[in-house]
């Protein structure tokens, strides 16, 4: 169970295109999502949380205007990257929980590699 | 911002040792978390500990939490060589919707 399926797994686009990543929940309602970036052979870096029907809450340094989030149903989350250009590169991940709190485990997408031209 | 140090960053170890992994924190949890990463892949979850408890075992994992010293420890008994990945700690607080996650130590099992 606590299945998250991301999409695409891995994307190549070309610099000023807008790129969505999908995150849905196969079998249990994510009341939170959370999108993270992670480069190579580091740790996850928290974007932004969203909870379903609420604006996302980004964190410090994150471009909402760059990075657009939209929650809308109960188990999908897209993250748009508007006008990429290659310093977005990287790999980004997404995970959802069934709680608000974080005393639950959260449940992971495989993840998408985004290469900007 | 990242709260969570681990120790090792890196470690190598022949098949069947057991591994050890260490994370420390610096402010007051609720409980405490180990993830799994394996390379160009999500995160998956391995064990939960809360701040109540000391130790947790699930399998050929045991984790110790010590709340004194604000630090944790992450046990693989009997390694094998699909235990090669990264593994992460991550702390949640009262009140917090989010975890903040260790620097991770990368674990190889040489077979």
């Known amino acids: 169970g606590a299945v998250v399926s991301q999409h695409p797994s891995w994307v190549i686009c070309k610099s000023g295109t807008s790129v969505k990543i999908e995150c849905r929940s196969l079998?249990?309602?994510?009341?939170?999502m959370f999108w993270y970036r992670q480069f190579p052979k580091q740790s996850l870096m928290l974007m932004a949380t969203?909870?379903?029907?609420?604006?996302?809450?980004?964190e410090q340094g994150v471009e909402k205007d760059k990075f657009l989030i939209n929650h809308a149903s109960l188990t999908l989350s897209t993250l748009t990257v508007t006008s990429a250009h290659p310093e977005d590169s990287s790999f980004y991940i997404c995970s959802a929980s069934e709680q608000t709190h974080s005393n639950q485990p959260q449940h992971f997408g495989d993840g998408t590699r985004l290469s900007i031209l | 911002s990242q709260q969570g140090e681990e120790d090792p960053q890196a470690l190598s170890i022949q098949e069947g040792e057991n591994a050890t992994m260490n994370c420390s924190y610096k402010t007051s949890i609720n409980n405490l978390q180990w993830y799994r990463q394996n390379s160009g892949r999500g995160l998956v979850h391995l064990i939960l500990?809360?701040?109540?408890?000391r130790e947790k075992h699930s399998g050929r994992l045991r984790v110790t939490l010590d709340t004194s010293k604000k630090s944790s420890s992450l046990l693989i008994t009997a390694s094998r060589a699909a235990d090669t990945a990264s593994y992460f700690c991550a702390t949640g607080s009262q009140g917090a919707q989010k975890l903040v996650f260790g620097q991770g130590t990368r674990l190889t099992i040489n077979p």
């Open positions: 969203s909870n379903e029907g609420s604006k996302a809450t980004y």
């Open positions: 079998d249990f309602q994510a009341t939170t």
């Open positions: 500990i809360r701040s109540n408890e």
